[in-house]
Nanobody, 125 residues
Framework: QVQLAESGGGLVQVGGSLRLSCAAS????????MAWFRQAPGKEREFVAA????????YYADSVKDRFTISRDNAKNTVYLQMNSLKPEDTAVYYC??????????????????WGQGTQVTVSS
C-alpha cells in the first residue's frame, strides 16, 4: 500500500505557473503508474495526466496538453505536475493517484486505488 501527499498548490494569476508535488510512502514507488486528476467546484473529477512506472511514457488530457508536464523521480518517491500558462478553468483541487492494476498508463479513474488528499489550485483573472 502507498500513501500519497500533495503539495505546491496556491493562488496564481492567469498565465502564471505552479509546480505540484506528490510524495509517496514506501519502497515500491517505481511499481506504480502515477497520475494527476482534478475536480472543480460543482464538477466531476477529471483526468489530467499520467506517467508510466519508469517515467518514459506520459499521457495528457487535451485541455492541458502543451501546458502541463508530468514527471517523476523514483529515487525521491515523488511525482510532479508542472503547470504553465494557467487559465481560470484550471482552478480545481488537484489529486495525485496511483495504480498497480493498470497494465499501462490510463485515464480510467476507477483503476487508481490510492489517492492523496488534494491540493487547491486557484487561478485568478
Amino acid at each position: 500500500q502507498v500513501q500519497l501527499a500533495e503539495s505546491g498548490g496556491g493562488l496564481v494569476q492567469v498565465g502564471g505557473s505552479l509546480r505540484l508535488s506528490c510524495a509517496a510512502s514506501g519502497r515500491t514507488f517505481n511499481t506504480y503508474i502515477m497520475a494527476w486528476f482534478r475536480q472543480a467546484p460543482g464538477k466531476e473529477r477529471e483526468f489530467v495526466a499520467a506517467i508510466s512506472r519508469g517515467g518514459t511514457m506520459t499521457y495528457y488530457a487535451d485541455s492541458v496538453k502543451d501546458r502541463f508536464t508530468i514527471s517523476r523521480d523514483n529515487a525521491k518517491n515523488t511525482v510532479y505536475l508542472q503547470m504553465n500558462s494557467l487559465k481560470p478553468e484550471d482552478t480545481a483541487v488537484y489529486y495525485c493517484a496511483a495504480t498497480l492494476r493498470a497494465p499501462t498508463i490510463t485515464q480510467i479513474m476507477s483503476l487508481y486505488d490510492y489517492w492523496g488528499q488534494g491540493t487547491q489550485v486557484t487561478v485568478s483573472s
